[in-house]
């Protein structure tokens, strides 16, 4: 996985490829839950292209806009459980803890270009002016996170600009993608943010839930399993999680079991629903299809054959 970062006289950002290097897996194998980003730079363009993204739970101060060039998988934002793919647009506001799961099968290549600022990365008070009050929505939006849903050409667009652009044109192209985000269609990726940023201790305990979690979500996962990942009791770490997500742990588990077979029914329409819900972890067919309707609304032979 390689990281290539674009901004004023900064370029050593984290190269987040630690499983091809024995030697630096055991060096940094508790790795920071809060990424950092240089304080000196007022905003940062960054190339993620690999097999697969980043895909440890984290947060950074700084806003991020990004337009998934290649790959497919699962986006974790705050409480709730999201899919990407090829030409989505994200926004993911100011330290909300989130991660990309790459599917292992959807694209050779995973590529995704980021822009990376903050509110106050041009002075305090300069989304403040009144020529540029009207960019108030996009920050308003990105607070919870949001997709982008129409006007997708032109950000795409846009984002290839930027690529190519020299540093003073870059911002010129930021604000120019402020303005279409601040007006277009949308759709928000988490219903509930904690209002406390994560400690990296913290921050580490969840992220380990949630790495488990993704993992073996298409396994039994017991609540004793899980307080012990977290090195918790099972009453005590329910808690934890409810007062963190908003959701009850079981709840946030089904979530992602719900869209791994969402990606199951769209993907391969000879393979029965019986099967789907006994690779997504459910192991009664009645509890798949009630906890299906409880989401989607509808049952799965339903979703597929709206879908297909």
């Known amino acids: 996985m390689n990281s290539i ?11 987040h490829n630690f499983k091809r290097n024995k030697n630096i897996k055991l060096k940094l194998k508790v790795l920071p839950f809060k990424i950092p980003k240089p304080e000196d730079d007022a905003f940062i363009f960054q190339v993620d292209s690999g097999n697969a993204f980043y895909d440890k739970l984290h947060q950074h101060k700084e806003i991020q806009i990004s337009f998934i060039a290649d790959g497919a998988g699962t986006l974790i934002v705050g409480d709730t459980v999201n899919d990407y793919k090829k030409g989505d647009v ?3 506001g100011s330290n909300i803890p989130h991660v990309f799961k790459s599917d292992a099968n959807a694209s050779k290549t995973s590529r995704m270009l980021s822009l990376f600022f903050t509110k106050e990365s041009f002075g305090v008070d300069f989304f403040y002016l009144d020529s540029l009050k009207e960019l108030a929505p996009f920050f308003k939006r990105a607070k919870q996170g949001f997709k982008i849903t129409s006007e997708r050409k032109t950000v795409k667009d846009l ?3 930027i690529e ?4 003073l044109n870059r911002f010129i192209l930021l604000l120019e993608l402020l303005n279409i985000a601040s007006k277009c269609n949308y759709s928000s990726l988490s219903s509930f943010i904690y209002d ?3 400690s990296d201790n913290e921050g580490r305990r969840m992220r380990n839930v949630f790495e488990y979690t993704m993992n073996n979500f298409e396994s039994d996962i017991t609540l004793n399993t899980i307080a012990e990942v977290a090195n918790m009791t099972k009453n005590a770490f329910c808690k934890y999680f409810k ?5 009850t742990y079981i709840q946030f588990l089904n979530e992602l079991r719900l869209e791994h077979a ?3 029914l769209l993907s391969n329409k000879d393979i029965t629903v019986f099967e789907v819900a006994e690779k997504s972890g ?3 067919m009645s509890n798949f299809n009630r906890q299906f309707k409880l989401v989607k609304n509808m049952n799965p032979s339903e979703f597929r054959k709206l879908a297909l």
Not at 164 to 167: D, F, I
Not at 243 to 247: A, D, E, H, S
């Open 5 to 15: 970062c674009v901004f004023l006289g900064w370029s050593c950002l984290p190269r």
């Open 90 to 92: 994200l926004a993911i």
């Open 159 to 161: 984002f290839f600009k």
């Open 164 to 167: 190519k652009a020299s540093k």
């Open 196 to 198: 406390k940023i994560y």
């Open 243 to 247: 007062k963190r997500t908003n959701k």
């Open 262 to 264: 969402c990606k199951l």
């Open 282 to 284: 459910f192991n009664n």
